[in-house]
Structure formats: structure tokens, C-alpha cells
């Protein structure tokens, strides 16, 4: 009986939080849309560029950007979020912003059964060693794009580290057990 409870409890703060993402366009302040401070946080293959905003120790929200985006689309969404208490986190994905590769060769790679850059399983692993990076065990994902293909890889693959789940442009799930199988057998995708 706890336990139900308690994931109840879980998945109603999810529910809010995903309900706050997607109106806080609509009561976002007037505040004039500045470049956003950015720090760097390296994991095994990436040196992941990033916003966060908030009190450390509140919620952590992720907001993912899409192909044609970055941080900026989330400018005047991150100081609403960040005012309500929420640690919110803006991560630029690999190939944006200040995110580069730490081993050029191992993105480009000649093996064709090694996974790309932009399939659903590398943007999800992506998010998972941005997450472990800032010791961040679970957070409500919001994106849209190349960002829904991230947070819908890691909400599929890692359930218990997803409190929410907000997906902008209705991006789906595509060939992620594929994506997944290959990149285990490349040593790519951690379990």
C-alpha cells in the first residue's frame, strides 16, 4: 500500500511539474532574451555545454532543445521554472553550443553497425551521462525534436529515472530496440 502511494505521489509531481513546462510559455515574464551563462560538464565522451537555473537542491528539470534550436528556445521558460523552485537544466545536445566530442574518431567511425550521432540511443545515452555527470538520479525530461528523440530514449530504456515526461512535437519512439541492441554490442550504450 505504501509503495503505491508513494509511486502515486510520484507520478502526480511529474504530472504537475509537465503541466508547469508546457503553460509557462503562456505566463513567461517580459524579461528581454539575453545569451544564457553556460558551464561545461565533461562525461566519457562528451563536454556537454549547459544552463542551469534554480536552488540546487529543487527538482531537477531537463530541457532538451531541437535540431534547428538551442539553449536560447528555452530562455524565457528556465527563469519561470527556476522561480517555482525547480533546478532547471539546459543541456546543449552534441553538435550545438559549446558540446563537443572529446574523441572526434569515435562519432565519425568507419564500422557501419556503430551507432551515429543523432540515432535515438546515442541522444539517450547522451542525456543518462549528462544526468550521472551532475549526480542527478531522476528529473522530469521536456523536449522537442532531436530533444524528444533524447528524453523518449531514456524515459523508454530507464523508466525509474524519469519523473515526467513531456515530449512538444509528439516525437515517438522509432527503432530504439535496434539502436539499442547495436550500440550494447559497441560497448556504446550502458546499462
Do not use: C
Request: hydrophobic share 45%.
Amino acid at each position: 500500500m505504501t509503495n503505491t502511494i508513494h509511486h502515486r505521489r510520484r507520478f502526480l509531481r511529474g504530472a504537475a511539474i509537465a503541466a508547469a513546462i508546457v503553460g509557462a510559455p503562456l505566463i513567461a515574464s517580459a524579461e528581454p532574451l539575453l545569451p544564457l551563462p553556460v558551464q561545461q560538464v565533461q562525461t566519457d565522451t562528451l563536454d556537454i555545454g549547459y544552463h542551469e537555473a534554480g536552488p540546487a537542491d529543487g527538482h531537477p528539470i531537463i530541457l532538451l532543445h531541437g535540431a534547428s534550436g538551442d539553449i536560447l528556445r528555452y530562455a524565457e521558460v528556465a527563469p519561470v521554472l527556476a522561480r517555482q523552485g525547480y533546478r532547471v537544466l539546459v543541456p546543449y545536445l552534441r553538435g550545438h553550443g559549446s558540446t563537443r566530442l572529446l574523441d572526434a574518431v569515435s562519432d565519425a567511425g568507419t564500422d557501419a553497425s556503430a551507432p551515429r550521432a543523432y540515432q535515438q540511443a546515442v541522444l539517450g545515452q547522451d542525456l543518462l551521462d549528462f544526468m550521472d555527470a551532475l549526480h542527478i538520479p531522476e528529473a522530469v525530461l521536456a523536449g522537442f525534436d532531436l530533444g524528444g528523440r533524447a528524453a523518449a530514449a531514456v524515459a523508454a530504456r530507464k523508466p525509474t529515472r524519469v519523473v515526467g515526461l513531456v515530449l512538444a512535437d509528439g516525437m515517438s519512439i522509432s527503432g530504439l530496440a535496434d539502436a539499442v541492441a547495436a550500440s550494447a554490442r559497441n560497448g556504446k550504450w550502458r546499462t
